[in-house]
């Protein structure tokens, strides 16, 4: 039962009760109720005189109540309005731009009659096999929670992924992207999937997928298909299986290996949805994807007709050097060549300047450039180069700043992703102001997940004591050597959080979305039943799952499958597919496209610096939002509430 208040009247009955016989109405009652993130104590803090409330609360109390404003007017208008635009979309023609209003809108406000009858449109229009595929995908993402819709959607977007992968003009590009691919490989890629993947494969699925995938294979070449199989048992048989398909697909001109590949990759994608086999083109970018740095200069690049124009990243090796936005690179060289693109086919230029800015570690590049039509040569050694994940509240020319508001001790960190780069660059942003925090805003909004110890470690900042996540696996991760090997000191298992931290009991607002997933739903779920934490915003994705990858011993093939699934302290499971689901909100407040849209451009804009090193400004590149008008509501409901926090605090007892 809701707590009342002492007259049994609700927070904003009581200052209705006490206006009535004039008297000042006392904040107590709403100060708290909002401090404990309660949508009744926001709107009676909004409700209340400003001049009984403390000034900073009174202030953003009146900004949430505009952004609730706008948020209701949202909820009421926007479904009809996508819906207006998805069929305005279909009728030039634009069915993915289509598909993704009404995705989107479906996401946001669940089942809207507008919405569903757009939906419908759009899957009662003729489409090809590509629009097809991109279509069933965006509604799979956009019913999360219906498992029924979401099996047929991703059902849909499959078949329609293998139509367009089997058709005549990219069958060659699918031949040549497996070729190498041997019996072995497949027999190591199912050994490892039944000894390694969170739980024991089904193998009659397994086996079903692959048949199926195989035999489109077979039509697709205007072959029969090949006999029908009973369901496999396990490795063993699938690999024998895989060498009677490709005995049958020899006469009909069908390779072995694309045969193993199709018939690995359709069972793959029926027991586990996040499982592909990776090439080796790809495995080199997956590493670095993970990894979240890379080593060269540092350059965004782009072609302007016969000219490549650059960007430097921020704090990478060319920023540092001087580089500015929009330079043109005249030639490039290093001690293995001089380029110069003039003397380059005007369609390679680019492709060769990316190729030219990669290199080892300390190397120098020389640069020659042409800004505002004058000459100019920079000189700098290649490094590391981060991508960036974790943000403030702004950014100035001494780097990023945390404060949402300096003089009431607010904090404000955006995680965009989470790689092994994540932790340092959190710490180096929060920690050094520690001292002066009074209460911090964490943004997972859009976060899909990454390096999940990265993600534990971050709660373990927050956290004193105890489990900060579980791991469920048929080889779940060691907890570790509990004694130092050199020392012989006791060490705290990577999963424990460890005393001492300085964050420890700082009051804290974690904010989520649809598209919090993964590691980000283990931090805030973390923080929400160790730390206190209030989580707002809408309900997460339910993807708690972690993927690995094993390549094969000569590095040609590679295959990602889910390992491990992720639970929160007390042992609820997160995966959506793992019998778990995402994290239920303290205070729910869903915002639809425009406001989400507008909230997400101004936190990369709060990312990007205004100035280069040397002063010069720096253009953002952030597409600005349709209405600047619209205010972030759940941001601002996390400052009310850690506001109404720091007033109880500092009230007399």
Same mark, same amino acid.
């Given at each position: 039962m809701r707590r009342r208040s002492s007259a049994g009247l609700r927070p904003g009955a009581l200052l209705w009760a006490l206006l009535g016989m004039g008297c000042a109405p006392d904040p107590g009652p709403a100060l708290a109720a909002a401090a404990r993130g309660e949508p009744e104590g926001l709107r009676a803090l909004a409700a209340l005189p400003p001049e009984v409330l403390?000034?900073?609360?009174a202030a953003r109390a009146a900004q949430w109540a505009e952004a609730e404003t706008q948020r209701a007017a949202l909820l009421r208008d926007e479904p009809a309005r996508l819906a207006e635009e998805a069929a305005a979309a279909q009728a030039r023609g634009a069915v993915a731009e289509a598909a993704l209003a009404v995705a989107l809108g479906l996401r946001a406000y669940g089942p809207a009659p507008a919405l569903i009858s757009a939906r419908d449109a759009i899957l009662a229009a003729p489409l090809g096999v590509e629009q097809r595929a991109a279509v069933h995908g965006l509604f799979?993402?956009?019913?999360?929670?219906?498992? %029924?819709?979401? /099996?047929?959607? $991703? =059902?849909? %977007?499959?078949? /329609?992924?293998? $139509? =367009?992968?089997?058709?005549?003009?990219?069958? $060659?590009?699918r031949r040549a992207a497996v070729e190498g691919l041997r019996l072995e490989v497949a027999e190591a890629v199912l050994l490892r999937l039944a000894e390694d993947a969170w739980a024991p494969p089904d193998w009659a699925r397994f086996s079903a997928g692959a048949e199926d995938e195989v035999a489109a294979l077979f039509a697709a070449v205007g072959a029969p298909p090949p006999s029908a199989a009973g369901p496999a048992a396990g490795p063993a048989a699938l690999a024998a299986r895989v060498a009677e398909l490709t005995r049958a697909g020899a006469p009909v001109g069908i390779s072995g290996a694309l045969i193993t590949a199709t018939f690995i990759e359709g069972g793959l994608w029926a027991v586990d949805p996040y499982a592909q086999l990776v090439g080796p083109a790809a495995i080199s970018g997956w590493a670095e994807g993970h990894a979240g740095s890379f080593v060269g200069a540092g350059v965004r690049l782009r072609a302007v007709e016969a000219e490549v124009w650059l960007?430097?990243?921020?704090?990478?090796?060319?920023?540092?050097?001087?580089?500015?936005?929009?330079?043109?690179?005249v030639a490039m060289s290093d001690p293995t060549g001089r380029l110069v693109l003039a003397e380059a086919p005007a369609e390679r230029r680019l492709a060769l300047a990316e190729a030219g800015m990669r290199g080892p570690a300390d190397s120098p590049l020389s640069l020659e450039l042409r800004r505002a039509g004058a000459p100019l040569t920079l000189r700098f050694p290649r490094g590391e180069v981060v991508l960036p994940t974790v943000s403030g509240a702004a950014r100035g020319p001494a780097g990023p700043s945390l404060w949402l508001s300096a003089e009431d001790g607010l904090g404000y960190v955006k995680i965009s992703a989470f790689k092994p780069t994540s932790l340092a660059a959190f710490d180096a942003l929060v920690l050094p102001a520690a001292p002066e925090l009074r209460g911090l805003v964490l943004d997972l909004r859009g976060n899909g997940?990454?390096?999940?110890?990265?993600?534990v470690q971050i709660a373990d900042r927050f956290i004193a004591e105890g489990a900060l996540v579980q791991a469920v696996g048929q080889r779940p991760p060691p907890a570790g050597p509990l004694t130092d090997p050199v020392s012989g000191a006791p060490l705290t298992p990577w999963d424990q959080a460890v005393p001492g931290d300085a964050l420890e009991g700082l009051p804290l607002v974690v904010l989520v979305d649809a598209d919090s997933a993964s590691a980000a739903e283990v931090l805030a779920g973390a923080l929400q039943q160790r730390a206190g934490a209030l989580v707002v915003g809408g309900p997460t994705f339910g993807k708690g799952a972690a993927q690995r990858l094993y390549t094969d011993p000569e590095g040609r093939f590679a295959l990602q499958y889910t390992n491990l699934l992720w639970a929160l302290p007390d042992g609820r499971r997160l995966h959506r597919a793992g019998a778990g689901g995402g994290l239920v909100p303290d205070l729910r407040l869903t915002q639809g496209p425009a406001a989400q849209g507008c909230a997400d451009a101004a936190a990369r804009r709060r990312a990007e610096p205004a100035a280069h090193p040397d002063g010069a400004p720096f253009r953002t590149e952030v597409q600005p939002c349709a209405d600047p008008s619209l205010l972030d509501a759940p941001l601002l409901a996390a400052e009310l509430i850690l506001l109404a926090q720091r007033a109880r605090q500092a009230a007399p007892r």
């Open positions: 403390p000034a900073p609360v799979a993402e956009a019913t999360p929670e219906d498992p %029924a819709a979401v /099996a047929q959607h $991703a =059902a849909e %977007a499959r078949r /329609a992924a293998l $139509a =367009a992968a089997l058709g005549p003009e990219a069958l $060659a590009g960007s430097p990243l921020p704090d990478g090796p060319a920023w540092a050097a001087g580089l500015h936005q929009d330079d043109v690179l997940g990454g390096d999940v110890n990265a993600a």
